[in-house]
């Protein structure tokens, strides 16, 4: 073979493994062994998982109150804004048959209430709430400024829309004697937002910080005088400001009011007995066929009452098992057709 | 097949080009189609399902950063490494049976009905994808009481399980495993998560507080086991039903090329292709005694009678017992230069 001209050469693609294609390699098989495998075995745990979270979804204890309606003429009065200075209080009894134990959780709950709209989600302004700039409005359309032109704090549609009806749990000990049930507002938020997302101005005074600006329409106090009992809780850092600002993912969705404060009669969670809801019904929801109630529920290591993860699991469990018997079933009834092997 | 020129100095080449490079140029550009559709579907099909109950207020699903990096830096390495690399069968195994050519000519592995497939899967994808998140988080509080159904929350899981889907559907799909496949499939998972961390993380969430907006998420809700069992059946339920329609597929609804790769399995064991010289002794190795005294069908091929002495020509691979005698005169006379293949 005569040698090839210099040019000839140079043109020639390298005899490299990954030019040349010849990569080492393993190859992906999937023989009807190990599907069945993987099919066996995710089928028995799903099963499994299912079972355990069903079980554990079953121990946990909720009571839900709907009172949208049921708080004497309160969803009527509400649905004309010119009555916002008249005070609407009512008190729901309620019986809980069985005693609570552990750590009782006070939720909020609101249905038909669109906290993921498109332009709700976008109207806040974090670099205000994170404290470096309490004039910064730039996104809160349509709330950034009062009508004289004072920015708004907290500006945007989330905050001014922020849930304002109070709600004290009473405790019936015995038919004459009612006591309010200690409820803790702190630890309500995540630590990340308490102490890094949302920061004060500074440690001074806040009134003086927030000079220079205004409440939002909706809201009946200024920022700095949110919770007249606790100091700390005001300003940005008011923990039911930021549990209100995280928006929900759904209409239908549930808030943190309040923890159990496990002390006195209630060391043990909440003893079986007559109770009773004290609300001072200030936020309107009938307006847009929305309903509020209030929840009290204990949880376990994966959650609430919530039986749809558990359900799901046992269905694919089941399901995978059999699939599982049913294609090892068609294999060996086509094993004899000379089809041993399937390739990828 | 696909319109390519290309300019060689001798036809034996030819055969090499269309037999092995064309036909793997074929079956991964067939592969890279439909996963790269169903990808793109099963990631914008979740917003139709959001906008349900979003108010139809065109409120995204994902973080915007996700959306921007999805397409650019999660997924495209891996789909890359399977087009440069992916083989279904070796080089010698492609110029041994030439029958491996006709889905090619046969427009067989993406056609409109593979397209309506994908679309098909993408939007069962996205139903699991947003409706599993959504059943776990609709009615649920950490465990200490605190929020987890909460839109970034959501967004997250949403966002990682998409991820883990996408990439087992891309391991699934690749049968010739490289080093470089594996870096590019398992590094793009790496990634994400290492982005996900960096796009978090409190200094750049801090410096840029209005664009960088998910601040802690990643934190506070992935050390909750129901999250972690969220994905997990979300990768579950997308992929079991592509491995059994995986397995049941070449059972009821055969290709031509099925057997052909039963062929090569079989003679796969033990772990040799098969050498000229064994293949005469072996009497149970059907599948390469025709060859074991031929120079090759390359002259069969560009002669262009191949079309006509198809059918006999199959008769004469897969039977037993026969004799040299049934191979087509014009493939015994004809004189192929001799090329190491």
Known sequence: MEEMPQHRLSRLPDNSALKQQKLPAHRLHFTTTRVLFVFFTTGIFCLCMGIILMLSARRTQEIEINYTRTCANCAKLRETASNFDKECTCSIPFYLSEKMKGKVYMYYKLHGFHQNLYRYIRSRSNRQLVGKDVKAVENCYPFKTSNNDTPIVPCGAIANSMFNDTIILSYNINSSVQIKVPMLKTGLTWWTDKYIKFQNPSLKNLADEFRGTTKPPNWPNPIYELDKKDPRNNGFLNEDLIVWMRTAAFPTFKKLYGRLNQTHHFIEGLPAGSYSFNITYNFPVTRFQGEKSVVLSTLTWCGGNSLFLGLAYTVTGATALLAAFAMKAIHMMLKNKQMSFFHQ | ?341
């Open chain 2, 1 to 341: 097949m696909l319109n390519s020129d290309f300019a060689f100095s001798q036809f034996h080449h030819l055969q090499r080009l269309l037999l092995v490079h064309g036909r793997w140029s074929y079956n991964r550009m067939c592969k890279f189609l439909s996963y790269f559709f169903y990808k793109n579907f099963t990631f914008t099909l979740v917003h139709f399902w959001y906008a349900f109950f979003n108010g139809f207020s065109a409120q995204t699903v994902y973080e915007t950063w996700f959306i921007t990096c999805y397409n650019l830096v999660y997924t495209s390495l891996p789909v890359l490494g399977m087009s440069l690399f992916d083989q279904d069968v070796n080089d010698t195994w492609s110029l041994r049976f030439p029958e491996l050519y006709e889905p090619g000519q046969d427009n067989l592995y993406f056609n409109k009905k593979e397209f309506v497939k994908c679309l098909m899967q993408g939007i069962y994808s996205s139903f699991v994808l947003f409706f599993v998140p959504m059943g776990t988080l609709c009615n649920t509080e950490r465990n200490d009481g605190k929020d987890i159904s909460d839109y970034q929350s959501f967004s997250l899981v949403v966002q990682t399980s998409l991820i883990w889907v996408v990439t087992m559907q891309i391991a699934l799909r690749t049968t010739y495993w490289t080093i470089i496949n594996h870096i590019f499939i398992w590094g793009s998972l790496g990634f994400y998560f290492c982005m996900s961390l960096f796009l978090y993380s409190d200094g750049l969430c801090l410096a840029f507080p209005d664009v960088f907006q998910f601040l802690g998420v990643v934190r506070n809700t992935m050390n909750q086991p129901q999250m972690l069992l969220s994905i997990i059946l979300s990768v579950v339920l997308c992929m079991l039903p592509m491995i059994g329609y995986q397995f049941l597929k070449p059972l009821f609804w055969p290709i031509s090329v099925d057997k052909v790769f039963d062929r090569i399995q079989a003679c796969r064991l033990p772990r040799q292709s098969p050498a000229k010289t064994r293949l005469k002794h072996s009497s149970s190795r059907r599948c390469a005694y025709a060859f074991s005294h031929e120079h090759g069908f390359g002259a069969l091929i560009t002669s262009g009678k191949t079309m006509k002495f198809r059918m006999s020509k199959k008769r004469t691979l897969f039977q037993k017992g026969r004799g040299p005698r049934e191979i087509p005169k014009e493939a015994v006379s004809a004189r192929s230069p001799t090329h190491a293949t």
